[in-house]
């Protein structure tokens, strides 16, 4: 599962948090893999972590809280009681085949199979860094004339039965200096100010003047009802 290739660009795997995803091992049951023959082609992580299930409190520090909640919440005693998804990875000879639903249907019944009634999902969208001076709300606002996403990840997620319920404006940082970021991304960030960056959902915000870059990234709380 490790080796299925990632869509997710270069320099989100240096995330602070990104480190947490090794720990899922503990949470067996909460990782997928599709396989054709003994080939992993699709995978979705995800992890269980306490919620109160009042959606105004679902972390605008998205994808980072959750994976932190999630994998350090047993240890001090919280009973996990919602599934979060994490990553859903297909491997690129088998996009367009309809297997992001079938890992989000996945998904669904490893939630229900635990009892819980949620499965919740700080969902990166996957068109969202063909606009990255547009702001999330406003990108998640764009509809097709049936009335679903514009955007093709969202979309599956509603699809699904999700909903979405509210934009976490901060869902991953990633901080580096700014060798760290030309190496990351071969670019030359050699000035002040918001660089567009391939794969980036918003600008990276550099500074010359204190050697650094940050990354602030939004994501999309869905819901799905599954209980």
């Avoid at 480190?19 to 599709?34: E, I, K, T, V």
């Avoid at 992890?47 to 109160?52: E, H, I, N, S």
């Avoid at 996945?106 to 969202?128: I, N, Q, T």
Wanted: proline letters at 9%; glycine letters at 10%.
């Amino acid at each position: 599962m490790n080796e299925l290739p990632t869509s997710w660009p270069r320099f989100m795997m240096e995330d602070p948090a990104a480190w947490m995803m090794g720990l899922l091992n503990d949470h067996p049951a909460f990782q997928l893999a599709l396989l054709d023959g003994d080939r992993v082609v699709a995978k979705a992580n995800s992890v269980p972590f306490a919620w109160d299930g009042d959606e105004a409190s679902l972390p605008d520090t998205g994808w980072d809280t959750v994976l932190a909640r999630g994998v350090i919440g047993g240890a001090r005693g919280r009973t996990p009681t919602t599934l979060s998804a994490l990553e859903i990875a297909i491997d690129p000879a088998w996009q367009g085949k309809g297997l992001s639903r079938v890992m989000v249907d996945g998904l669904r019944a490893a939630a229900a199979g635990a009892g819980f009634s949620d499965l919740v999902a700080p969902v990166r969208p996957s068109r969202k860094s063909d606009r990255p001076d547009q702001p999330m709300a406003q990108y998640v606002a764009r509809t097709r004339e049936d009335g679903l996403p514009e955007d093709p990840w969202l979309r599956v997620h509603v699809r699904a039965g999700g909903r979405v319920v509210k934009v976490c404006p901060a869902s991953m940082v990633v901080p580096g200096t700014l060798a760290q970021w030309r190496k990351w991304t071969g670019l030359p960030f050699d000035r002040d100010g918001e660089v567009t960056v391939p794969g980036a959902l918003t600008p990276v915000h550099v500074s010359l003047a204190h050697d650094h870059a940050v990354y602030v990234e939004p994501n999309v709380w869905v819901r799905h009802r599954v209980g």
